[in-house]
C-alpha cells in the first residue's frame, strides 16, 4: 500500500506564502508522477500542478501558474508544492496524489483527480484578506 502525508498547511495573509510537503511510503511501486489538487469548502476537486519523476516536467493550472512551484526529492520520495502571492481563492484543503504511470505530453489523464489511485489525506490552507 501507497501512503501519502501532506503537512505544511495553515492560516496565511494574503499575499503571504505556504511551503507544502508531501511524503510517500510504504510504497510498492515507483511513483512517477505526483500531483496536487485542492478542494474549497462546497467546490469541486481541482488540479493544482504535476510533477513527473525526473522534474523535468512540470504543469500548473492557470490560476496558479506563476505563483505556485512544483518540485520533488526523489530520494526522500518527496513532493513539495511552494505556494506564493496567495490569494484568498487559494483557501482550499490540498491533497497530494500519485499514479504508477509516466507523464505523457499531450495526455490529459493525469489533470483528472481519478486517474490517481493513491492519495493523501489532505492539508488545509487558509488566505485571509
Known amino acids: 500500500q501507497v501512503r501519502l502525508a501532506e503537512s505544511g498547511g495553515g492560516l496565511v495573509q494574503a499575499g503571504g506564502s505556504l511551503r507544502l510537503s508531501c511524503v510517500a511510503s510504504?510504497?510498492?511501486?515507483?511513483?512517477?508522477?505526483m500531483a496536487w489538487f485542492r478542494q474549497a469548502s462546497g467546490k469541486e476537486r481541482e488540479f493544482v500542478a504535476v510533477i513527473n519523476w525526473s522534474g523535468i516536467s512540470t504543469y500548473y493550472a492557470d490560476s496558479v501558474k506563476g505563483r505556485f512551484t512544483i518540485s520533488r526529492d526523489k530520494s526522500k520520495n518527496t513532493v513539495v508544492l511552494q505556494m506564493n502571492s496567495l490569494k484568498p481563492e487559494d483557501t482550499a484543503v490540498y491533497y497530494c496524489?500519485?499514479?504508477?504511470?509516466?507523464?505523457?505530453?499531450?495526455?490529459?489523464?493525469?489533470?483528472?483527480?481519478?486517474?490517481?489511485?493513491?492519495w493523501g489525506q489532505g492539508t488545509q490552507v487558509t488566505v485571509s484578506s
Open positions: 496524489a500519485t499514479a504508477d504511470k509516466y507523464l505523457n505530453p499531450g495526455d490529459r489523464g493525469p489533470y483528472g483527480s481519478g486517474w490517481y489511485p493513491y
Open positions: 510504504g510504497r510498492t511501486f515507483t511513483t512517477y508522477t
